[in-house]
């Protein structure tokens, strides 16, 4: 089943400037950028994104972090594209992380591990909402 999906390549990756290799190990497993841009988050914008995160200990520097520099922000289409994204994105520690997948090549560590994924497709199509409008992405 095609379907779309929320991916944000982090602060830590778009310094090291490894976007473009980001984006082709993603369409390299069979997902299509329909949707991208370069942004810096506000504080406010990455407090409201992770507020599900909100009563863990580690939110505060999460928040810290995400607006400490840019973040690409992308909508990908494919073949069960949650699913293969979270394939693609591999382990959220970098060290556990399978060779080949994003976060093992550019993840630093689990707080700073260059990518985030959505869990499902209602995530999806929430965090799609908060960072693009409709006139954004190419139609399916």
Known sequence: MTERTFSMIKPNATK??????INALLEQGGLKIV??????????QAEKF???HKERPFYDELCE?????PIVA??????????RNREIMGDTNPEKADAGTI????????G?????????????????????????????
């Open 103 to 110: 976060r093992k090549e550019f993840g630093d560590s689990i």
């Open 74 to 83: 992308q909508v990908l289409e494919g073949e069960n594209a949650v699913m």
């Open 112 to 140: 700073e591990n260059s990518i985030h994924g959505s869990d499902s497709a209602e995530n999806a199509a929430k965090e799609i909402a908060f960072f693009f409008s409709e006139m954004e992405i190419l139609p399916a």
């Open 35 to 44: 949707a991208q841009k370069r942004m810096q988050l506000t504080r406010e």
């Open 65 to 69: 972090f995400m607006c400490s520099g």
């Open 50 to 52: 992770y507020e599900v």
């Open 16 to 21: 090291k400037n490894v976007t473009g290799g």
